[in-house]
């Protein structure tokens, strides 16, 4: 059974910053890339950020680049978004996805993800 766990998320003032942990059971994340996405009230769902299944990859959205980073811990099975600066704009629920690619050093934003997670909420609020 493939499950994927979103933890992490919460309430912070803007400025501050915060890691979501996604953890993964049922799969390694040597055969999938995994993607973070998130879905603010009233808006579609975005790609945030990815990482590849061989790790030496990621991608990040424009809004997102040079406060967000993605990284992955093979030996727990997780991948963490860090999130600094953040801005009340990055109040979402944020799922992370799983997604088997051919090639090992690619991930994409703008495809369908196969599994997701339950999601997490970020508000950032003053």
């Known amino acids: 059974q493939l499950y994927l766990v979103e933890s992490g998320g919460g309430l912070v003032q803007p400025g501050a910053s915060l890691r979501l942990s996604c953890e993964v059971s049922?799969?390694?994340?040597?055969?999938?890339?995994i993607g973070w996405f998130r879905q603010a009230p009233g808006k579609e769902r975005e790609g945030v950020s990815c990482?590849?299944?061989?790790?030496?990859?990621?991608d990040y959205a424009d809004s997102v680049k040079d406060r967000f980073t993605i990284s992955r811990d093979r030996g727990k099975n997780t991948v963490y978004l860090q999130m600094n600066s953040l801005k009340p704009e990055d109040t979402a629920v944020y799922y992370c996805?799983?997604?088997?690619?051919?090639?090992?050093?690619?991930?994409?934003?703008?495809?369908?993800?196969?599994?997701w997670g339950q999601g997490t909420q970020v508000t950032v609020s003053s």
């Open positions: 996805a799983a997604m088997s690619f051919f090639v090992s050093s690619a991930c994409y934003l703008n495809v369908e993800y196969k599994y």
């Open positions: 049922g799969i390694s994340l040597d055969h999938y890339a």
């Open positions: 990482i590849s299944r061989g790790g030496g990859d990621s």
